[in-house]
């Protein structure tokens, strides 16, 4: 036999609702939509419309109902709601690393492009490791966001078949695979590499050197980089180039002690692209801890345009990438989506920009 209730009805045509029963602790469970309505004084309904279709509602028991949620803490259930319309109205992203500042233009454009859309953002830390990424994902899935958003994330085969089997919008970000799971919205890291490349040796550097992260990414733009200097357009001169790895995500500590290697292996280097602005940042202090002259013993490019780029001195010389473009893009694509809309041009090239500085 269930316990008998202490809540008092609400008499027909009452002007005023008869007050909440003092605060207790709670078995199970929370204030709830009923408790909402009864303390305003309108319909469950009401309540309802007023918290998801403001519109549909007039000002009056719209103001009654905000009065009363904030009185009471009460947050909405969601999950009820996304259970009724198969939609969850949140967005995951998953990106290597938080603690590396690269990703976080994308991610507040992302936050903001999907608020302004009525969606939220969750986000994941994936690592650089294939477990971990896989772990993550199956978690993601599980709970059926929207859509997710990778940046900078490569699935691994199982974790391409999950993403794939489970129908939720992918957009894949930070890269311009050639087979793409679902959406993509990124920029070649070949091109960057090669574009870099040249753009040292036309400034005369003929000691190239690359400093990236131990990590799919950075590898393949290393790659690029390399078989760039030694194999493209006819030279003038000899050209030789050498890799440091590092491991990610990068520091500027990394970056003072790849230099001290690559000073090592290749004596006389005379230019170095590093895979981060963080990475080139140490590059440049330990290059004067040597007593080396940048740009005039080596020069120096970053990757990223992060804030501090412009603005340490000599100034870094770094590759942009459109970061708020890709978060926008990627927004659109994935509410479109969750909408049953058709996504025209599913995927898209942002480009890259090398900006020259004082430290080439």
Same mark, same amino acid.
């Given at each position: 036999m269930s316990a008998p209730s202490n809540k008092q009805p609400v008499a027909a045509g009452r002007s005023a609702p008869s007050p909440l029963p003092p605060r207790r602790a709670r078995v199970a469970g929370g204030i709830t939509l009923l408790e909402v309505a009864r303390l305003a004084g309108v319909s469950a309904m009401s309540v309802s419309r007023a918290l998801n279709t403001p519109e549909q509602v007039s000002a009056a028991i719209l103001a009654k109902v905000r009065a009363a949620v904030e009185s009471t803490g009460y947050v909405a259930n969601r999950v009820a709601g996304s259970l009724a319309s198969q939609r969850s109205r949140l967005v995951a992203a998953v990106v290597p690393s938080i603690a590396g500042p690269v990703f976080q233009e994308m991610v507040q454009s992302l936050i903001a492009e999907l608020a302004a859309r009525d969606h939220q953002l969750m986000l994941g830390q994936s690592g650089y490791g294939t477990q971990e990424e896989d772990a993550l994902l @199956? $978690?993601?899935?599980? &709970? &059926? #966001?929207?859509?997710? +958003?990778? *940046? *900078? +994330?490569?699935p691994s085969a199982a974790g391409r078949r &999950?993403? +794939? $089997?489970? *129908?939720? #919008?992918?957009?894949?970000?930070?890269?311009?695979?050639? @087979? #793409?799971?679902?959406?993509? +919205? *990124?920029?070649?890291?070949?091109a960057i590499a090669t574009a870099v490349a040249t753009f040292l040796i036309e400034r005369g550097r003929r000691r190239l050197g690359f400093i990236g992260g131990n990590h799919e990414r950075a590898a393949r733009r290393a790659s690029a980089f390399v078989h760039s200097a030694l194999h493209g357009p006819a030279r003038e001169r000899e050209i030789s180039a050498h890799v440091e790895t590092v491991v990610a995500p990068a520091t500027v500590r990394s970056g003072r002690q790849a230099l001290g290697e690559m000073l090592r292996h290749q004596p006389g280097t005379d230019a170095i692209f590093c895979s981060s602005d963080v990475l080139a940042l140490g590059v440049v202090t330990e290059a004067a801890a040597r007593g080396l002259r940048v740009p005039q013993d080596i020069a120096v490019v970053g990757f990223g345009d992060l804030d501090f780029a412009a603005d340490v001195s000599p100034s870094l010389t770094t590759v942009r990438i459109d970061s708020t473009r890709i978060g926008q893009l990627a927004a659109r694509f994935i509410v479109s989506r969750s909408e049953g809309l058709d996504v025209e041009e599913a995927k898209v090239d942002v480009g890259f920009s090398i900006v020259s500085r004082e430290s080439t």
């Open positions: @199956d $978690a993601i899935i599980g &709970r &059926r #966001p929207d859509g997710i +958003v990778l *940046g *900078g +994330v490569v &999950r993403l +794939v $089997a489970s *129908g939720i #919008p992918v957009v894949e970000t930070w890269d311009m695979v050639q @087979d #793409p799971i679902d959406m993509l +919205v *990124g920029f070649s890291h070949e």
